[in-house]
């Protein structure tokens, strides 16, 4: 083996822990390295991080898709900011969790009848639907129409950057319950019926596993992290509207799960960074022409994420093998 | 006041209405079925790939090509750039699972999205149709323009219903959506299919867009407000099923006319809430659509 | 083994009474019926198409009957879900292997230790590690079951039914596509499981010496109808079942 391959092969064994820690360290050191308006956007990272691992446990590991999980950050905000005054900032982000996962378990129902692209389409369509629900005469009332709703959350804080370092350490804080949360609950029982089900639901079945109750509750559960993150950035920002969170973010965090690796937590943080960050420089590249960057580069990435065992199988002069009876 | 007659007319009038915008969604409807049965894929792009198309007739239209020529052009193109996108975008990532197509689609999506807003703009055109606006004939419930929709919209989804029911390129492209191995075995040329596939799904998104234009906004906006009642009518109808499909399609058009009209303020603003909400209804209770008859026993 | 010898000697009675499945009007299964008493290995052969699979499916439950009843211990299985069968001790192996590739070896079986009873964590963790010992599996426990050979594919498989703690068992060809050598290990621990545990299991297997150094008892299927039910000494002269089996090979 060359060395090369030797190298390859400790990252891809202790990738993810070198991974975690050097994400870890970041986070820890940030607040100190880039103090001021910096903070905010990696704030706002973390947040997109948290629906990004909400989003690797449910379709990752899973095997669901979903293209609606700014849907969850849409209810979990409104629910924070709608509740919050009566009974406190930490309480109605609790309650968006719940009323997120609800909505969650309702998709999953969906999910239980159709699968793939297909459940992808459907869960854009609750992205869609959602977007459109807050300007409604009827909830205007209560959503505060397309004026949308302003909440200041009592920090132990007085200036500006003060509470942008408050936030940065809650949120974080919160990251990482969720985080530990979802790696534990994955090597836990229902971890591997989720894995389970997502490999071979027949199989999963024979074996005793409730698979129709084991997806829905990954979905009621992804989707309660991304609504408590909702709540979070809804917190963090301190305004919201019906435009705050667009269906174009359930692509970003779909994509920014694709890219990092479907099945690696720590990366997510990763995706949440590209989120708040690559725009920008599209935007920076081409105004005109942003998202077909970002969509070229996407494309870009596939294609090596595909094709990277085989490129590598090139490189080093090996034969290329393709496994027999592939052939689609 | 409306008597008993006039509201009678207002019914017919939506109901024909909805018929003309219902004959748009079948289309599209199709056109996703089309791929689905060709590919396993459901295309998310295929409304921006519809709408790229109508705005490059709309270009030709207004160089002074005229009607019909624009027409056949745009529908050549779009096969073209249909089967172009696959050979070049989605054959190079075969490999990879569902997650990774699904992820290209959606980089699709955007790429066409953008490239569509940056030649045209934002702004809304005018599309002319090909029969006049003004009503069929004296005190008729329905526009020349919406019959027009009605008639060619349907022709198009009977030939496509024929060619893939019947011919032996659409056999050949059913096989090769139902098990690719065994239908390269049989000698059919599965890369090729796949290519022809997407294409026939363009040149259908196309002549959709182009049919539904003239009675909505042009913009590039256009197929992605529409997408979402393609979607519908392929889960009302059940999603492998041509014909439930076209079905699917003009239901909901006459339920969405009829909400329309007689419940504004929720037709207005909830227009997808309902939607969806009927969606997760239909899923829940008959999972297979409404159109596609109960199979006994599966797996 | 005081977690697994607690379950010796329960082996379910089985009765299968009239047993009708049809697909598209085409009968998979024509009014079969059958008995096996606690602890009995049925052998079940039959020409491909004979039904097999199918008679297999409707007991896991992936497959509705159109008519009949399947018993377990008197109690008709009825409209139970696959999952809550496999809870009371129905368990099964595939004949195209269904390994879940996430998990690897030791998950594999721990998922079905851990479904099975209603026992904890630990206690499934420890039975799951016993079998993968018992099995011989132990050095690739950890390892990924993707790209593992067949023949330790398939007891990975076997491992994994009988960590659901069957009363029956299912086996779905177990040594389709072994060597010889690995076909008398899956014998051998087949034997040695069941003289531990007392599961009752039917067996459909297309090695007749497999099926005669295992069965109590054999059932012939052929298009879907019972031909011939006996010791293997009387099935291996029953003129009908040769007819079916020279008729298919034909």
Not at chain 1, 48 to 63: D, E, N, P, Q
Not at chain 2, 175 to 203: E, F, Y
Request: with cysteine.
């Amino acid at each position: 083996m060359s060395v090369f391959g030797r190298l390859a092969g400790l990252v891809a064994a202790r990738g993810n822990a070198l991974l975690t820690a050097a994400v870890l360290v970041a986070a820890v050191a940030y607040p100190f390295l880039f103090p001021g308006y910096a903070i905010n956007s990696m704030t706002m990272a973390i947040c997109y991080g948290i629906g990004i691992v909400a989003l690797k446990l449910l379709t990752g590991y899973g095997g669901q898709f979903s293209l609606g999980h700014s849907a969850f950050f849409a209810l979990g905000s409104y629910v924070a900011f709608i509740l919050a005054p009566t009974i406190g900032f930490a309480a109605a982000v609790a309650v968006a969790g719940i009323a997120a996962a609800l909505l969650g378990a309702l998709l999953g129902l969906a999910g239980l009848r159709i699968k793939g692209h297909y459940l992808g389409l459907l869960t854009f369509m609750v992205a869609l639907a959602l977007f459109q629900m807050p300007k409604a005469s009827a909830l205007a009332p209560i959503t505060g129409g397309s004026s949308g709703l302003f909440y200041r959350a009592p920090l132990p804080a007085t200036t500006p950057a003060a509470r942008d370092v408050w936030w940065y350490w809650i949120v974080l804080a919160v990251a990482l319950a969720i985080t530990v949360g979802v790696h534990f609950l994955l090597r836990s029982r229902f971890g591997r019926a989720l894995q389970a089900s997502r490999d071979n639901a027949l199989a999963a079945g024979a074996l005793g596993v409730d698979t129709a109750l084991v997806d829905v509750s990954a979905f009621a559960v992804s989707g309660a992290f991304a609504g408590i993150a909702g709540g979070l950035l809804a917190g963090v920002i301190g305004y919201i509207s019906y435009d705050s969170f667009p269906y174009t973010l359930s692509i970003l965090l779909f994509v920014g799960m694709t890219v990092t690796g479907a099945r690696s937590l720590p990366a997510a943080y990763l995706g949440g960074a590209l989120i708040v960050f690559v725009p920008t420089w599209a935007h920076d590249i081409t105004s005109r022409l942003s998202w077909a960057v970002y969509g070229g580069a996407l494309l870009a990435l596939l294609y090596i994420q595909v094709n990277a065992p085989r490129l590598l199988q090139r490189l080093t002069g090996r034969e290329a093998t393709r496994p027999v009876g592939d052939v689609s | 006041m409306a008597g008993g007659w006039g509201s009678v007319v207002v019914l017919l009038q939506q109901v024909l209405t909805g018929l003309a915008t219902g004959a748009v969604y079948s289309l599209l409807a199709l056109a996703l079925v089309v791929i689905h049965q060709t590919t396993h894929h459901l295309n998310l792009a295929q409304g921006e790939m519809a709408t790229l198309s109508t705005l490059t007739a709309w270009q030709l239209l207004s160089w002074g090509v005229p009607y019909w020529a624009a027409f056949a052009v745009t529908l050549a193109l779009s096969f073209a750039g249909g089967a172009a996108i696959q050979r070049l975008v989605m054959h190079p990532l075969r490999g990879g699972n569902a997650l990774v197509q699904f992820a290209a689609m959606i980089a699709l999506f955007l790429l066409v999205n953008s490239v569509t807003n940056a030649i045209w703009g934002p702004n809304a055109r005018a599309f002319p149709s090909i029969l006049p606006a003004r009503p069929l004939f004296e005190g008729a419930p329905i526009s020349g323009q919406r019959v027009g929709i009605i008639l060619v919209g349907g022709a198009l989804v009977v030939v496509l219903y024929l060619f893939l029911r019947r011919s032996r390129l659409g056999l050949n492209l059913r096989a090769t959506a139902a098990n690719p191995v065994p239908a390269r075995l049989a000698g059919i040329a599965v890369d090729r299919m796949r290519m022809i596939g997407w294409g026939i799904a363009a040149t259908i998104g196309a002549a959709a867009g182009m049919l539904l234009a003239p009675i909505v906004t042009l913009d590039p906006q256009m197929m992605f407000n529409v997408l979402p009642f393609a979607f519908a009518a392929t889960i009302v109808g059940g999603v492998s099923s041509p014909l439930g499909a076209v079905v699917g399609g003009l239901v909901i058009g006459v339920v969405e006319a009829l909400v329309t009209i007689y419940a504004p303020a929720l037709g207005r603003e909830l227009k997808l809430s309902l939607l969806f909400v009927a969606i997760l209804a239909i899923l829940l209770v008959r999972p297979e659509g409404l159109f596609v008859r109960r199979t006994g026993a599966r797996l | 083994m005081p977690a697994i010898a607690a379950s010796v000697g329960r082996g379910a009675r089985l009765a299968i009474r009239d047993l009708r499945v049809g697909f598209g009007g085409v009968a998979a299964l024509d009014g079969v019926s059958l008995d096996a008493a606690p602890g009995e290995i049925i052998g079940v052969i039959g020409p491909n198409g004979a039904g097999k699979t199918t008679l297999f499916n409707c007991i896991s439950g992936t497959v509705r009957p159109s008519a009949g009843t399947i018993l377990l211990d008197g109690a008709p299985l009825g409209r139970l879900p696959p999952h809550r069968r496999a809870r009371i001790g129905v368990t099964r192996t595939f004949q195209n292997l269904a390994l879940l590739d996430s998990l690897n070896v030791l998950d594999n079986v721990r998922l079905a230790a851990e479904q099975a009873g209603r026992q904890r964590s630990a206690a499934a963790r420890a039975d799951a590690t016993r079998l993968v010992a018992a099995l011989g599996l132990d050095a690739i426990a950890r390892g990924p079951v993707g790209g593992l050979p067949v023949g330790t594919r398939r007891k990975v498989e076997l491992a994994r039914a009988i960590a659901g703690r069957p009363r029956l068992l299912l086996l779905d060809e177990p040594t389709s596509g072994l060597s010889e050598m690995e076909t008398a290990d899956v014998i051998a621990i087949l034997r040695a499981q069941h003289a531990a545990l007392g599961f009752t299991a039917l067996l459909v297997e297309h090695q007749m010496p497999v099926v005669m150094a295992l069965s109590d008892r054999i059932v012939a299927l052929d298009f879907g109808r019972k031909i011939a039910d006996g010791t293997p000494g009387a099935i291996r002269r029953d003129p009908l079942v040769l007819a079916a089996y020279l008729g298919a090979a034909s």
